[in-house]
């Protein structure tokens, strides 16, 4: 049985991996550092709810933003 990713999904998907590269290269982190540091600090949640209005922002101010979300919840980069 093959199943089949709907274009919601696939732009979600999309979205969530370039976001994550581009919070990574702005802090200096690898990938994997930047995906546990956003899912400690909720700013994997944020991106999941918001993923809707932060994909057509500036990727700097969504960059932005995710970070603002991370300070609140205890981030300290």
């Known amino acids: ?12 998907l999309s979205f969530v991996t370039f976001i994550i590269e581009k919070f990574a290269s702005s802090f200096k982190m690898d990938r994997q550092e930047a995906y546990f540091y956003l899912k400690k600090y909720g700013g ?32 300290m980069r």
């Open 44 to 75: 994997l949640d944020y991106i999941f709810d918001c993923w809707q209005g932060l994909h057509v922002d500036n990727p700097y101010w969504a960059v932005r933003d995710i970070y603002k979300v991370c300070y609140k919840n205890g981030g």
């Open 1 to 12: 049985m093959v199943t089949t990713i709907n274009s919601d999904m696939d732009n979600r």
